[in-house]
């Protein structure tokens, strides 16, 4: 089944704990991206790579690491993580002819 | 000014009724146009996507685009319970890589 998956579903830590969100895709998409949605604010854009080794900021990438070392494979890195960061979290990917395909989402509560 | 603007509801429809709801976006260069619906808590699903201006209708479901206006929609016909959900519009700049989202409109269809 193509799909995307995200690790974990649900993550509740503190303050400063560095964290890593996986998402792995399994449909040879060359894009990937992550976005964070908030009440009012929508999705939002953190960081989005174009295919392997490429990798740049999007709308929101503060406080965000990413890599894509493989093309399957885009984890979402939080070094320090801070009480602002608590959010929904959305891995999603596409090729080139297609819409975003979305995973099932990660519930971040940082405290 | 945000890059996509939706008014964020809710809109209430009785069962059977014809649902409208409207996106308007900021950037000419836009080129592809997307209506995703998200129940709460779930991740985002494709429901349409238009490129061009005109109509383009899949069962109950017609997208309207009119990049004159900056404006694109969709119509859901015979509105059913199952319906009541956020509805997402999203717009893929010229460049391929960012896509913006509105916030949403919230939609209720009463039996």
């Known amino acids: 089944e193509a799909q995307v998956t995200q690790n974990p579903r649900y993550l509740i830590t503190v303050t400063g704990k560095k964290l890593t969100v996986t998402c792995s895709q399994n449909?040879?998409?060359?894009?990937m991206s992550w976005y964070r949605q908030d009440p009012g604010l929508g999705l939002r854009q953190i960081y989005y790579?174009?295919?392997?080794?490429?990798?740049d900021k999007g709308d929101v990438p503060e406080g965000y690491k990413v890599s894509r070392k493989e093309k399957r494979n885009f984890p979402l890195i939080l070094e320090s993580p801070s009480p602002n960061q608590t959010s929904l979290y959305f891995c999603?990917?596409?090729?080139?002819?297609?819409?975003?395909?979305f995973g099932n989402g990660t519930r971040l509560t940082v405290t | 000014q945000k890059e996509v603007e939706q008014n964020s509801g809710p809109l209430s429809v009785p069962e059977g009724a014809i649902a409208s709801l409207n996106c308007t976006y900021s950037?000419?260069?836009?080129?592809?146009f997307f209506w995703y619906r998200q129940y709460s808590g779930k991740s985002p699903e494709l429901i349409m996507f238009?490129?061009?201006?005109g109509d383009k209708e899949d069962g109950r479901f017609t997208a309207q685009l009119n990049k004159a206006s900056q404006y694109v929609s969709l119509l859901i016909r015979d509105s059913q319970p199952s319906d009541s959900a956020t509805y997402l519009c999203?717009?893929?700049?010229?460049?391929?890589?960012?896509?913006?989202f509105g916030s949403g409109t919230k939609l209720n269809v009463k039996p």
């Open positions: 999603a990917s596409k090729s080139t002819n297609s819409p975003l395909h």
């Open positions: 449909m040879n998409h060359e894009y």
């Open positions: 790579s174009m295919n392997v080794e490429v990798t």
């Open positions: 950037d000419r260069g836009s080129q592809s």
């Open positions: 238009i490129y061009s201006n």
């Open positions: 999203a717009v893929l700049q010229y460049n391929f890589n960012k896509f913006y």
